[in-house]
Every structure is written in structure tokens, then in C-alpha cells.
């Protein structure tokens, strides 16, 4: 059953509660890697650390079997996505979004590199 877009309730409460007054924690790491995979399991781990930080015992329980519904995935994607909109894809410069690129020199350069991949 999707949600308000997300792919349940429990995704949508989380990505709202949790990351979408932003991501700067999370920023260093989507510069370095666009791995969605890797992500979604670095935001699962914030999401429980934070939940074991605030209840114990049952309470606990109950809270980490409800978000055993919840899409990480989803939500690292949605983040990438998000990131992407406002940098640069080739130098990773922050960009005013309406363009994929800082500059003329950065398009050229990613272009050359998604024609000529390393190794
Ligand atoms: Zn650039």
C-alpha cells in the first residue's frame, strides 16, 4: 500500500521524521559514494541507534517490528536524487539546480569519462 508517494507508511513517516528537514550528516558520505545500497543501510542504523537511545525492553520491540516495513532504499535513493539536483555531477560543486553541471568545462569532462570509463 504506498503512501502520500512513498512506498508505505512506515517509509514515509521515517523519510519525514527523520531526514527531510535535510541530510547534512549524510552529505560527506553521498560525495563520496552514490550507493544507494550503502546509504539506505547507513540511514538504518541512524534510524535504530536513535530508537535504542530512546527506549528499551518492549517499547524497543515493538518500534524496530515497525520499521521492518520501512524502505531505506527508497529513501537513500530519493536523497541521491535529491543531492544530485544541486551539485555538480562531475566536480560535486554546489550548483543553483537548474543545470547539471558548474560549468562547460565540468559537462565535457563528465562526458568524456561516461564514453572513455576508467580501466
Ligand atoms: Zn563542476
Redesign the pocket.
Known amino acids: 500500500m504506498s503512501y502520500n508517494g512513498w512506498k508505505n507508511y512506515c517509509t514515509w513517516r521515517v523519510n519525514l521524521e527523520y531526514f527531510d528537514q535535510g541530510h547534512y550528516m549524510f552529505d560527506d558520505q553521498i560525495r563520496q559514494s552514490k550507493d544507494v545500497s550503502d546509504l539506505a543501510e547507513s540511514l538504518k542504523e541512524y534510524v535504530e541507534d536513535h530508537l535504542e537511545q530512546e527506549g528499551e525492553g518492549q517499547v524497543l520491540s515493538y518500534a524496530l517490528a515497525f520499521l521492518q516495513e520501512c524502505s531505506y532504499f527508497e529513501i537513500a535513493d530519493h536523497m541521491i536524487q535529491d543531492w544530485e539536483g544541486v551539485h555538480?555531477?562531475?566536480?560535486?560543486?554546489e550548483?543553483d539546480g537548474y543545470d547539471e553541471?558548474?560549468?562547460k568545462?565540468?559537462k565535457e569532462e563528465d562526458e568524456l569519462l561516461a564514453t572513455h570509463p576508467k580501466g
Not at 88 to 93: A, D, F, K
Open positions: 555538480c555531477r562531475n566536480c560535486n560543486r550548483i553541471y558548474c560549468s568545462k565540468c
